[in-house]
């Protein structure tokens, strides 16, 4: 947040001692105590395109200490995989969990505020419910981190969150430290659905794009505002009036200064190749193209202008905009050099098995003649992930100083029966199949259906 | 599954093809050493071959031979029935979000609003892109749901082949009934209401209301209930355990067949489901307490009920992703349903469930099957070669030649023309 950062220390200078911010909603995240584990005769996917077979890994003080064979603590946890796999700890990049909850009653319903095709100003932390059960069902799939995002309703939809999966009275509790925010955005049919249906702009795609620029125009002059006053200040004028806050121009400025992750909801081709555009015209970058149901048709541009595609196995033909899905996408847009190909969810059933849902791509693209071995697939749901995220340099791979972010599959994670046995989320163990000591309950499921017992 | 033996596949494939163009011949095809599972009383046959002669399975059994087959090697691979797609609206929806494209609910109907006569079939289209996409994904047959929007009703659906033919409705009128929260809007907001309203469209249905009392149903709202009252199959949507023991009672009471659909919390009455020999349609991926009905969600609710002697169906209620239903199996054998459960659950139990002859393998029966690069519960499985009604099937869809369009690298022209 340099910019910004600065912005905000000249504006509520009270709030800045000692040149650092305090960020507003800070997480209070804190790893679990853990011991130092020593898992071995396993198979390891690293997640940077590396399998080893027969292969050892060291946590220590919540990082991975070393992947493959080396020294451990005699105090050591030691678990015997027994040719088991081990995976980084998978991560979603598109969730809903927590701002729409299960159950899923209108009193939960915070993920969309569909009152403006511009709401930049709010963020999905602020509705994110601590006690959603699925943050628990997504652990035993293996998930140990996942961006929460507002929904597509509009066009700047609010920022996003990305949370370590561990449950607390708050989501500050959950907060990855240090991860950048993301930016919802959403091109296509449902902006100009939910405006347009309204008779309010807007009502086309045509529309849709005007008023992205109309704001990034906005957002250019509020920098400047900004910039001029805290010129002033530093020229010693003592009158200098500082513009007014916006929280819309903080969320948009900290894109145009590269601290905000741009997610953008895209299906169609022509829309996304669009919207590179417009990022070209700004001066801004786009991160990652969501659900991109046509990536597979420009996954050679995706790549060189370094956007990764967020996308679904095979969901298509729910809206007109998803007519063209086809199940090698994953594995096309994957295939160009520096291409940043993901399985994304956006479903509570969806992320509980984002394995198979790799799995189920890497078929199409083996089947339809791409080498994809299983330590390149695991990418989609690991390191790749991690990258579009913003935190590939803390997590999304096991090597030497990572997060201790890891799980231990009964099989290959790549067959349908193959469930997680064990998840470490910064060297602690926070799951485990057979134990149910170690397997959380929100407080909403404690004591439900009393007289049944399975 | 390797490259080289997709290649392989391919070229089996291509094959068939100039095989099928050969004229109306009569078609016969030979596959041997195979893993068949017959989904009936042979059981798994191992090294078996499976002889098709005009469109019909004439023989499974060891080494056989017949003049003139086409044969194809199997070489040990998993063939199977062709696959239940669950309850869809396959050939009744488009593009679900495309109002004009979807004909598999009423709406906004005219008073009465209780219509058990609305029966889907008559817009059953076999031409709509989804019945290929579903095919050579090894679906061979679907029950196409009918739903009226907040009525307890939603009318009739029918069983349909995903052949693509202009016949390929089969077996009887199947009704749907909705209970529990979903429906609450137009039984006075309560469960109970819509209780007290069945009741009285059953009872109408007996006996027809005097014409100066608000009636429910129409004179052929009526026969119809009249009609499903001997006998009927009626699928029940219903999640809550509670609400499927009043189900129970209320299909027991009015002589209707009962069928349970969703059924999230079906495992905590097993017993009473199965002392009534009432099977359950379910999606065994639901594990969530997504409503208040569903609190009981689990993901072991299959092998639950399958212990407790109650016949399991998986029907994950996807159209265009119907080709889930595998992996939706997979999941359910992972959670503790054996194996040959699972694959009943997607084949011989649907099929005995609404009365029709398909989902198991046997001799006379029309052959529609399925050669499988693997275990077919599998994600890294894909079908090979679907046959269908005795014919190889193109394996082709709207959906593999736009993946050939954009496979190619860098082509001259724009992709427009590249026409696989």
Same mark, same amino acid.
């Given at each position: 947040?340099?910019h910004?950062?600065?912005?905000?220390?000249?504006?509520?200078?009270?709030l800045?001692?000692?040149?650092?911010?305090?960020?507003?909603? =800070?997480?209070?995240?804190?790893?679990? =105590?853990?011991?130092?584990?020593?898992?071995?005769?396993?198979?390891?996917?690293?997640?940077?395109?590396?399998?080893?077979?027969?292969?050892?890994?060291?946590?220590?003080?919540?990082?991975?200490?070393?992947?493959?064979?080396?020294?451990?603590?005699?105090?050591s946890?030691?678990?015997?995989?027994?040719?088991?796999?081990?995976?980084?700890?998978?991560?979603?990049?598109h969730?809903?969990?927590?701002?729409y909850p299960?159950?899923?009653?209108?009193?939960?319903?915070?993920?969309?505020?569909?009152?403006?095709?511009?709401?930049?100003?709010v963020?999905?932390?602020?509705?994110?419910?601590?006690?959603?059960?699925?943050?628990?069902?997504?652990?035993?799939?293996?998930?140990?981190?996942?961006?929460?995002?507002?929904?597509?309703?509009?066009?700047?939809?609010?920022?996003?969150?990305?949370?370590?999966?561990?449950?607390?009275?708050?989501?500050?509790?959950?907060?990855?430290?240090?991860?950048?925010?993301?930016?919802?955005?959403a091109? &296509?049919?449902?902006?100009?659905?939910?405006?347009?249906?309204?008779? !309010?702009?807007?009502?086309?795609?045509?529309?849709?794009?005007?008023?992205?620029?109309?704001?990034?125009?906005?957002?250019?002059?509020?920098?400047?505002?900004?910039?001029?006053?805290?010129?002033?200040v530093?020229?010693?004028?003592?009158?200098?009036?500082?513009?007014?806050?916006?929280?819309?121009?903080?969320?948009?400025?900290?894109?145009?200064?590269?601290?905000?992750?741009?997610?953008?909801?895209?299906?169609?081709?022509?829309?996304?190749?669009?919207?590179?555009?417009?990022?070209e015209?700004?001066?801004?970058?786009?991160?990652?193209?969501?659900?991109?149901v046509?990536?597979?048709?420009?996954?050679?541009?995706?790549?060189?202008?370094?956007?990764?595609?967020?996308?679904?196995?095979?969901?298509?033909?729910?809206?007109?905009?998803?007519?063209d899905?086809?199940?090698?996408?994953i594995?096309?847009v994957?295939? =160009?050099? &520096?291409?940043?190909?993901?399985?994304?969810?956006?479903?509570?059933?969806?992320?509980?098995?984002?394995?198979?849902?790799?799995?189920?791509?890497?078929?199409?693209?083996?089947?339809?003649?791409?080498?994809?071995?299983?330590?390149?697939?695991?990418?989609?749901?690991?390191?790749?992930?991690? !990258?579009?995220?913003?935190?590939?340099?803390?997590?999304?791979?096991?090597?030497?100083?990572?997060?201790?972010?890891?799980?231990?599959?009964?099989?290959?994670?790549?067959?349908v029966?193959?469930?997680?046995? !064990?998840?470490?989320?910064?060297?602690a163990?926070?799951?485990?199949?057979?134990? =149910?000591a170690?397997?959380?309950?929100s407080?909403?499921?404690?004591?439900?259906?009393?007289?049944?017992?399975p | 599954?390797?490259?080289?033996?997709?290649?392989?596949?391919?070229?089996?494939?291509?094959?068939?093809?100039?095989?099928?163009?050969? #004229?109306?011949?009569?078609?016969?095809?030979?596959?041997?050493?195979?893993?068949?599972?017959?989904?009936?009383?042979?059981?798994?046959?191992?090294n078996?071959?499976?002889?098709i002669?005009?469109?019909?399975?004439?023989?499974?059994?060891?080494?056989?031979?017949?003049?003139d087959?086409q044969?194809?090697?199997?070489?040990?691979?998993?063939?199977?029935?062709?696959?239940?797609?669950?309850?869809?609206?396959?050939?009744?929806?488009?593009?679900?979000?495309?109002?004009e494209?979807?004909?598999?609910?009423?709406?906004?109907?005219?008073?009465?609003?209780?219509? $058990?006569?609305?029966?889907?079939?008559?817009?059953?289209?076999?031409?709509?892109?989804?019945?290929?996409?579903?095919?050579?994904?090894g679906?061979?047959?679907?029950?196409?749901?009918?739903?009226?929007?907040?009525?307890?009703?939603? #009318?009739?659906?029918?069983?349909?082949?995903?052949?693509?033919?202009?016949?390929?409705?089969?077996?009887?009128?199947?009704?749907?009934i909705?209970?529990?929260?979903?429906?609450?809007?137009?039984?006075?907001?309560?469960r109970?209401?819509?209780?007290?309203?069945?009741?009285?469209?059953?009872?109408?249905?007996?006996? $027809?209301?005097?014409?100066?009392?608000?009636?429910?149903?129409?004179?052929?709202?009526?026969?119809?209930?009249?009609?499903?009252?001997?006998?009927?199959?009626?699928?029940?949507?219903?999640?809550?355990?509670?609400?499927i023991?009043?189900?129970?009672?209320?299909?027991?009471?009015?002589?209707?067949?009962?069928?349970?659909?969703?059924?999230?919390?079906?495992?905590?009455?097993?017993?009473?489901?199965a002392?009534?020999?009432?099977?359950?349609?379910l999606? $065994?991926?639901?594990?969530?307490?997504?409503?208040?009905?569903?609190?009981?969600?689990?993901?072991?609710?299959?092998?639950l009920?399958h212990?407790?002697?109650?016949?399991?169906?998986?029907?994950?209620?996807?159209?265009?992703?119907?080709?889930?239903?595998?992996q939706?199996?997979?999941?359910?054998?992972?959670?503790?349903?054996?194996?040959?459960?699972?694959?009943?659950?997607?084949?011989?139990?649907?099929?005995?469930?609404?009365?029709?002859?398909?989902?198991?393998?046997?001799?006379?029966?029309?052959?529609?099957?399925?050669?499988?690069?693997?275990?077919?519960?599998?994600?890294?499985?894909?079908?090979?070669?679907?046959?269908?009604?005795?014919k190889?099937?193109?394996?082709?869809?709207r959906?593999?030649?736009?993946?050939?369009?954009?496979? $190619?690298?860098?082509?001259?022209?724009?992709?427009?023309?590249?026409?696989?």
């Open positions: 947040m340099r910004l950062t600065s912005l905000f220390c000249s504006a509520v200078a009270l800045c001692a000692g040149h650092t911010i305090a960020e507003p909603f =800070p997480s209070t995240y804190q790893p679990l =105590p853990s011991q130092p584990t020593l898992i071995t005769n396993a198979t390891i996917l690293t997640g940077t395109g590396e399998r080893l077979d027969n292969a050892s890994l060291l946590l220590q003080d919540g990082k991975v200490v070393w992947v493959g064979e080396g020294d451990a603590p005699a105090d946890i030691k678990i015997d995989a027994e040719g088991r796999w081990v995976t980084p700890g998978i991560i979603d990049v969730s809903h969990l927590g701002v299960s159950p899923s009653v209108t009193a939960h319903s915070d993920g969309n505020e569909m009152t403006g095709p511009v709401t930049a100003d963020w999905a932390e602020h509705s994110v419910w601590p006690q959603d059960p699925g943050f628990a069902r997504a652990l035993a799939g293996g998930i140990t981190s996942l961006q929460v995002l507002p929904g597509s309703a509009n066009l700047f939809g609010g920022r996003g969150v990305t949370l370590k999966n561990i449950y607390s009275n708050s989501y500050q509790g959950m907060k990855f430290p240090g991860a950048p925010q993301g930016l919802k955005m091109c &296509g049919e449902n902006p100009k659905r939910v405006y347009g249906d309204r008779k !309010q702009a807007p009502m086309t795609r045509m529309g849709n794009v005007a008023k992205y620029r109309a704001e990034w125009i906005a957002t250019e002059k509020y920098v400047t505002d900004w910039e001029s006053y805290e010129q002033q530093a020229n010693g004028k003592k009158d200098a009036k500082a513009p007014k806050r916006d929280l819309k121009y903080e969320t948009l400025s900290g894109v145009l200064e590269g601290d905000i992750i741009i997610h953008m909801h895209c299906y169609r081709a022509d829309e996304m190749l669009t919207i590179l555009d417009m990022a015209e700004f001066n801004y970058k786009v991160g990652t193209f969501h659900h991109g046509e990536a597979y048709k420009i996954a050679d541009e995706l790549a060189e202008n370094g956007v990764c595609g967020a996308l679904w196995a095979d969901w298509w033909g729910f809206k007109m905009e998803a007519y899905g086809i199940q090698e996408n594995a096309i994957d295939r =160009p050099t &520096g291409s940043c190909s993901i399985v994304h969810s956006d479903s509570s059933e969806g992320i509980q098995r984002l394995n198979q849902e790799a799995s189920k791509a890497m078929t199409r693209g083996q089947q339809a003649g791409m080498e994809i071995p299983e330590e390149r697939a695991i990418s989609w749901i690991t390191s790749n992930a991690a !990258q579009s995220l913003g935190v590939a340099d803390r997590t999304g791979s096991l090597e030497p100083g990572k997060m201790g972010d890891v799980v231990l599959w009964s099989g290959n994670p790549f067959s029966y193959t469930r997680a046995d !064990q998840v470490f989320i910064d060297g163990l926070v799951y485990d199949r057979s134990n =149910p170690l397997q959380p309950v407080d909403f499921e404690l004591g439900q259906l009393q007289e049944v017992r | 599954m390797s490259r080289s033996s997709f290649l392989t596949i391919a070229g089996a494939t291509i094959a068939l093809g100039t095989f099928m163009t050969s #004229g109306a011949v009569a078609e016969t095809i030979l596959i041997d050493n195979a893993t068949i599972h017959t989904m009936e009383k042979r059981g798994v046959l191992k078996a071959d499976i002889l002669q005009d469109g019909v399975v004439t023989s499974i059994g060891d080494n056989l031979s017949a003049p087959a044969r194809i090697d199997a070489a040990g691979r998993h063939v199977t029935p062709s696959l239940f797609a669950g309850i869809t609206s396959i050939g009744l929806s488009e593009v679900s979000g495309v109002k494209s979807v004909d598999s609910s009423i709406s906004d109907i005219d008073m009465p609003q209780m219509r $058990p006569e609305f029966r889907v079939d008559p817009a059953f289209n076999p031409n709509s892109s989804l019945v290929p996409i579903a095919r050579v994904e679906l061979g047959f679907t029950v196409l749901g009918a739903t009226a929007k907040g009525s307890i009703f939603g #009318g009739q659906g029918r069983m349909a082949r995903l052949d693509g033919s202009y016949d390929s409705l089969f077996g009887g009128e199947i009704l749907f909705s209970v529990g929260r979903n429906v609450s809007e137009l039984s006075g907001g309560s109970a209401g819509q209780w007290m309203l069945l009741e009285q469209a059953v009872a109408e249905a007996r006996t $027809p209301p005097r014409a100066s009392e608000p009636a429910l149903l129409t004179r052929s709202g009526r026969e119809t209930l009249k009609r499903f009252s001997r006998g009927g199959t009626v699928v029940f949507s219903v999640d809550r355990a509670s609400d023991l009043q189900v129970l009672r209320f299909a027991k009471e009015n002589g209707f067949k009962p069928v349970i659909n969703g059924g999230a919390e079906a495992w905590m009455v097993a017993t009473q489901l002392e009534a020999d009432v099977p359950v349609l999606d $065994p991926l639901e594990n969530l307490p997504s409503n208040f009905d569903t609190l009981g969600a689990r993901l072991d609710n299959a092998a009920l212990a407790a002697g109650v016949t399991v169906v998986v029907a994950g209620g996807e159209s265009h992703n119907a080709r889930k239903q595998r939706m199996a997979g999941n359910a054998v992972a959670n503790g349903l054996p194996h040959a459960a699972g694959l009943a659950a997607l084949t011989s139990a649907p099929a005995s469930v609404f009365g029709v002859k398909t989902g198991t393998l046997k001799e006379g029966q029309r052959a529609d099957l399925v050669l499988w690069s693997g275990d077919p519960l599998e994600t890294t499985t894909v079908a090979d070669l679907v046959i269908v009604n005795g190889p099937d193109s394996m082709q869809s959906q593999t030649l736009l993946r050939d369009r954009y496979l $190619p690298q860098q082509p001259s022209l724009p992709r427009a023309y590249i026409k696989p």
